[in-house]
């Protein structure tokens, strides 16, 4: 929490006026500036499952990265489209103890929420990807969980951490799909009551679906019933 803190004061103090990403002035107070905060939305119509982007002809609505995978959640949803600045942003969220930059994201996310017809009442437990307990120490904090509370807090949804992680992965950004589904195969396990919930989970990016499905497959294991899948940013298509 110290050097979280000591962290913030000295970008305060290096860059008191200056976005984050591009240093251009910007009001005392505020990290980024109005133009690096207009990141790309990713706009409907969605894949019905992992919520990418798909043409308007699509007769299965289905991407071709959902076609013939069973994913464990009921459903995806994503803001924004996985690119730069926003990729930077996460980048500095995630690894560079930028904690602060929750406020922001977890802002935009209430406001897509609020836009789309979910039934957001529905839901009677919200939850986030967790962190192998070697991966917090390094971090400090869990980025997805910051979200999460902020996000239970606004909807009234009740926050729990119900997932566990049993190994500690090395990043899987630069792996293939085939290899980060191997390493994630049954690497959660619950430590909360589940049964009959229907559940929101959170996660920062949604790459290839494989650990947001992995963690799906744990709470339904459990008896969740309906799980909603919500991130930041979803990677396209290659």
Do not use: W
């Amino acid at each position: 929490m110290i050097l979280k803190e000591l962290t913030k004061g000295l970008i305060e103090l290096i860059l008191p006026n200056n976005c984050l990403l591009c240093e251009k002035k910007i009001n005392s107070g505020k990290f980024i500036c109005e133009q690096c905060q207009n990141f790309e939305r990713n706009l409907p119509p969605f894949c019905r499952k992992c919520g990418i982007s798909i043409s308007v002809d699509s007769k299965t609505r289905l991407c071709s990265r959902c076609r013939g995978k069973n994913f464990y959640f009921t459903r995806n949803l994503s803001l924004f489209l996985y690119k730069e600045p926003l990729a930077s942003l996460i980048h500095l969220f995630k690894y560079q103890g930028f904690d602060f930059l929750a406020d922001i994201f977890s802002q935009r996310l209430i406001e897509f929420i609020e836009e789309l017809p979910i039934p957001v009442k529905n839901y009677n437990l919200l939850t986030s990807v967790p962190l192998h307990r070697r991966k917090l120490r390094e971090r400090e904090f869990n980025h997805s969980r910051l979200i999460a509370k902020k996000l239970s807090k606004y909807f009234l949804i009740p926050y729990k951490d119900t997932l566990r992680a049993k190994r500690y992965l090395k990043s899987q950004v630069n792996k293939s799909v085939e290899s980060r589904t191997l390493d994630i195969r049954d690497n959660f396990y619950i430590i909360e009551e589940v049964k009959e919930k229907n559940i929101i989970l959170i996660d920062d990016v949604f790459t290839t679906g494989a650990t947001l499905s992995e963690c799906a497959k744990a709470l339904k294991n459990k008896e969740a019933k309906e799980i909603l899948t919500i991130t930041l940013a979803i990677r396209k298509l290659n």
